[in-house]
C-alpha cells in the first residue's frame, strides 16, 4: 500500500532551526511537496523536489533522497507566524498526491 | 474571481438532508479534487476530475458524488448526509499535464451534519 509518515507534533523555539522528516511508500514516484496550513486555513504550497538533494527558498529548505523514500523539511530563524501544520505529501505514478496527517508545529517564545 | 472559491463557507445540516457544495477556478486547470480533512486523518480524497466531462473515485467516495461539466466548476453532492460526513472541505485544481501537479487550494467548507 501507499503510505507516507511524518511526527504528529512537534514544538521548537522562536529563532531556532527545526527539522520535520517525512518518509514514503507510493506506487512509483513522481516527486514530494511540502505545504504549510495554517490552522482554519487552506494548505498552500511551500516545495517541490524531484531529484536527489536539498533546495533552499528562504529560511525553508527541503531535502529529498529517493533512494530512501525519505524528505524532509527545514526552516530556519524560526518566527511565531511559522507555528502551522506541515503537510508531506508524494506523487504518485498515476499522478496523484498521495498526503502524510500533518505535522503540527509549536513556536513557543 | 481570483484562484478557487467555495460556498458556502460553512453550513450546518440536518441528516438525511440533500446538500451540495460548490467549488469554482479560474486558473482553466484541467484538474480538479475534493478533499475532506478530519483531526489526525490529513487529507483524503473524496473524488477527481482530470478533464472536463470525466470523473474518479479517490479514497473516501462513498456517500458523495461529483460532475464535471465544464473546465472551470466542479461540485460535490450529499445525497443523504450523514454525521460521518461532518469534516472541512477542501476543493483544489492543477495543471495536471504529467509534470509536477502541484494543487492550489480553496478555503475550504465546514460541514457540520447533525
Known amino acids: 500500500g501507499q503510505n507516507i509518515d511524518q511526527p504528529t507534533e512537534m514544538t521548537a523555539t522562536e529563532g531556532a532551526i527545526v527539522q520535520i522528516n517525512c518518509t514514503y511508500q507510493?506506487?512509483?514516484?513522481?516527486?514530494l511537496f511540502w505545504y504549510q496550513q495554517h490552522a482554519g486555513e487552506a494548505p498552500t504550497f511551500l516545495s517541490y523536489?524531484?531529484l536527489d538533494g536539498l533546495e533552499e527558498k528562504g529560511r525553508f529548505s527541503s531535502f529529498l533522497s529517493r533512494s530512501k523514500g525519505y524528505s524532509y523539511l527545514l526552516l530556519k530563524e524560526l518566527q511565531m507566524k511559522d507555528s502551522a501544520s506541515y503537510l508531506c505529501?508524494?506523487?504518485?505514478?498515476?499522478?496523484?498526491?498521495?498526503w502524510g496527517a500533518g505535522t503540527k508545529l509549536i513556536i513557543k517564545p | 474571481i481570483a484562484g478557487i472559491t467555495q460556498a458556502p463557507t460553512s453550513q450546518i445540516l440536518a441528516a438525511g438532508r440533500r446538500m451540495t457544495l460548490r467549488c469554482t477556478q479560474d486558473?482553466?486547470?484541467?484538474?480538479m479534487y475534493w478533499y475532506r480533512q478530519d483531526l489526525g486523518l490529513g487529507l483524503r480524497l473524496i473524488h477527481y476530475s482530470n478533464t472536463a466531462g470525466t470523473t474518479g473515485k479517490g479514497e473516501v467516495p462513498d456517500g458523495y458524488s461529483v460532475s464535471r461539466a465544464n473546465t472551470d466548476d466542479f461540485p460535490l453532492t450529499l445525497a443523504s448526509a450523514v454525521p460521518s460526513q461532518t469534516s472541512v472541505y477542501f476543493c483544489?485544481?492543477?495543471?495536471?499535464?504529467?509534470?509536477?501537479?502541484?494543487?492550489?487550494f480553496g478555503p475550504g467548507t465546514r460541514l457540520t451534519v447533525l
Open positions: 523536489n524531484v
Open positions: 507510493t506506487s512509483g514516484f513522481n516527486g
Open positions: 483544489a485544481s492543477s495543471d495536471a499535464g504529467g509534470g509536477r501537479n502541484e494543487q492550489f
Open positions: 486558473m482553466r486547470h484541467n484538474a
Open positions: 505529501a508524494a506523487l504518485d505514478s498515476n499522478y496523484q498526491l498521495i
